[in-house]
Structure formats: C-alpha cells, structure tokens
C-alpha cells in the first residue's frame, strides 16, 4: 500500500471513530500533498527517500515533525503504529463502507457511532434487520442507493477485474518460463474465455508439480494449497497451475479452458490430439476461439463460430476515437497522445476531451475547446503517417440534451455523447436522457453506455435495449470502453447490438499515454460479443469512416 494511501486510510478512520477534527484534516492533507512527491514513474518512495535522506522532507510545505516521522517509518517498516492501533481499535473492514454507494465519510462514522456497523457484513444485517432505517438522517433513497450498492458488491466480492489479473498472468507465466523443467505455460479457465471478473487465474504448463512449485517459491510469495493441481494464492487471489505433458497438452487445455457445458456439448472421448483445432475438427467443427466457448442462454459456441468466423482481432484496430489529454483530466499533451498512438500503428485519432459540465474531470468549455481545435489542427497538419482529428466527449446533460450548442458540435470530426453525472435517475428517465442524446444529429456514439465501474458500481438504472434500438434507428454506434475499470458495453449487450445492426467501437478512453496499450482489453470484450472486423467504425480506413461519419450525421 503507498503511502499516501496509508495517511488517507488514517484520515478515514480518525474521523468514523470520532467525527472531522483538525487531526484528521491534516492526514487527508498530508496524503495529496505526498500523493504530489512522486517521481516521473509513478513511485513515491524514492523520492521521500531522498527528501528524508538529505533532511529536506519537513521544508515541504504542510509536512510537520509528526507526519515527516510516520513516512520514515513507512518506509521502513511498510507501516506505521498509529494506523495499526486505528485498526485494531476499529476494525480494517470498516473502511469497505466507503465503497458503497450512498454512504460517504460522514454516514460511515454516523452508522459506526450509532449502529456499531464495522464492516459490509454488518451493514447487511442492519438492512435485513431493519435496523438501518432506524438510523435518523438515512432518506428513502439513500436506503435504496446503499441497498443496491451493497447488493452489487456482495456479487463481486471475491472476483477481480480481468484487467487487474492481467499483470498477475503475465508475472507468473514470465516466471514460470524461467524455469528450465517446464517446457511451455499457457493460461488457461474462464481467464483464457476473458471473462470480465474473475474468482481466479489458471494456467497450464508443460512439466511437473514439483518443478512449479519450486520456481514459485524461490521468486515470490505464495501460499500453497494442494500440491497436485498446484493450488497457490498470490496477493490473496486463487491461482490453479493444472501441469501435463505434451502428449495430453491439447486435450487438457480444452478441458481447463471450458466452460464445461461447452465440453459436454462437444461429445468427445478421451485420446491425444496434437491441436485444439485437430479435436474441433475431429468432431466436424471449426476451430472455436476461446472467447466464444462460454455457453449462456444467448452464446452458444458452435452458433457463434458458425455467424463469426473471422472475431475481430487487434490488427484489425486502425484508430483510437476517445482519449483524454491535460486539457481536462488526462496526464499527458495532445502531441505526446499523438505519438503515442503513432507508435501503436494506428492510421487515425481523435482527441475526446471533457465538456465544460464535467466540472471535477476539468472539462472544457466552448472557448477552451475552440482554442483546442486550432491547436489540434496545427498538431494535425505536422504529423505525418496519422491523421490527428478533432472531437469532444460531451456530457449528456440530465435532460438529454448535448452539453455544447450544435454549431459547435458541427466543427468535430468526432462526437461522444456520455453520461457522467445523475446516475441516481430513474430507468424511464435515464433511458428517455440517453435517446434523446442518440436522436441528436451530431451524436456518433455513446460512450461508456451503462456506466458501470467494475467491482465498484454497478451501471446506472436503464433499458439498454431500447438504447440499442434507437441506436439501430439513428444509425450512431455505441461504445466498447476498454478501460479495466470498465469494460463497457459487456459481451452480451455487444451482441444484442451486432444483431440489431449497430455498428461499435473499441476505445480505450485513454488518461494517459500508457493507457493507449489497452485495446486488447476491449478486443477480448468485443469477441466474446462476436464481433467481426465489420462490426466496428474503427476498423474503418479513414475515408470509409468519414463517410460512415456523413451518414450518421446525415450530412
Ligand atoms: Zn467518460
Ligand atoms: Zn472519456
């Protein structure tokens, strides 16, 4: 845990167990001012290190004596006393209240004092019990928005996004293939299917338990389980390491991968086969894509390979059409986002930063936008080998209508309508807002289209159907948002989408320029939904997508 988050988790406790004190005001200062102190990496402890090392650390303003002794002691100890007191006294979990929604600093310390609620656990039997309405100054909404919110982390409780497994994945499978015992290491289960939340990371290797464990507990630190599948936690998260030889590999990563309906629906009977594809065919069937092999009520792998032959694949990608840049909310400069998705291949990109409503991302307003243009037009006219365009990520203002005047709207190459704020709103008026900003002539595509944050939200109340019809009607796309922390549209709205006719379109919503490398992210999400190359705008050549542009702004 860094640092900063250390005093802010302070500042937190300080103020459920006895209210906002001047105290805990100056932890929650103390964590942005040293959230600030890092160095061009990202890594804050370097830095202090060097503050502390040449005695400079207490000459940063609003560092005292206390604070400046406590980072020492981080540093040293990965801790310090005060936040461990804080909890025993209080229990860590009680800081899990904060992840709900409706309950802020204030409700937490209000439910702690009054109802001696310390963890999701308790929350939920104060709701099942009554006891929560009892708690004077909770609304009826508040009740409602705590209930829903707890309800979604209750379902996500144990399970992490894909794109926070990713880096653990790669880790263990670059580790693994240090060892000279173990031939070959794939991964494997519902992580190989990309699946968007995950209960845990499997892989497969060519070599033994012994070989594995080995390698695994001379780098890192595990807890191993079982032995035989070898069965390990990292960072508290299952990791299944199924070993085999060469001779059943195929046949065992088939199995591990499933889903297992998917395997019972294949009818097969054990033997070797050197491929996947080789025990496809064996059956008179297609080589099917990991992606397509989950089996649900709408997705059924063999239809899906048979409609989708050719998934779109990376390659495909031609354009990044949404990204932020230091003109609102987004670290880097609009030439440095350009050389980066120079260096990614792309053949075009459109800037899409904040409208002026976007208030905390920094957005633009008409004037600053205006001035952006100009700057990306010059920017534009000195690349070479990208074509650099022009466009906004508008916020859908809470009656549907789009946060810049149309004439504005008409000078963009490209128009991202969003929600970004009143997530409380009913279904009928949400899904009413969100047409109404499809039916704008200017709209190319609605971003994020149901909001949710993985593991931390659930999407906003709305009848994605009927967005997807007027989507159909107005001929505008919908987004794939390829962030990890989002993952929007999911698989299964994908394909109801492509079924309808809708075009998409993967994007990585890009704040900074290492952002850029999330595409696969998004691609997987757009394979499970079966999306072929066609389904996409940004698969388009760039004459092909200003003339898909022209039609959807039926200019
Ligand atoms: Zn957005
Ligand atoms: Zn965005």
New binding site residues.
Partial sequence: MSISQIFENISHLLQIQSGPSHRSRNYQRAAYIIRDLTDESGDEIPYLQDLTETDRLEQVRGIGESTATKIVEIIQTGTCQLYEDLKSEIGERVLDLLRVRGIGIKTASQLYQSAEIKSLADLRSAIDTGKLKEIRGLGVKTLKSIDSSLAYLESVQNLKPLGDIKPLADGLMDLLQTCSAIERVEVTGEYRRGKDMLGRLDLLVVGNAEAVQQTLTDHIEIEIITEEVVTVTVDRFPVHIYCTDHSTFAWDWLQTTGSLRHIEQLGLTQSSYRTEADIYDSVDLPYIAPELRRSTRRSDPIKAAKISPNLVTITDILADL???TNWSDGLNTVQEMVNGAKDLGYHYLAI?D?SRSSVIANGLSAERLKAQIDVVKVIASETEGLTVLTGS?VDILKDGRLDFVDDLLAELDVV?A?VHSGFGMSQVQMTKRIIRAVENPFTMMV??PTGRLLGSRPGYAVDLSAVIDAAADHGVALEI?ASPYRLDLESDAVMEAKSKGVMLSVNT?A?AVSNLNQMPLGITIARRGWLESANLINTLSLDDFRRWKNRCQKL
């Fill in positions: 949404h990204m932020h899409t904040h990520e991202i969003s971003g994020h948002n919503d704040h």
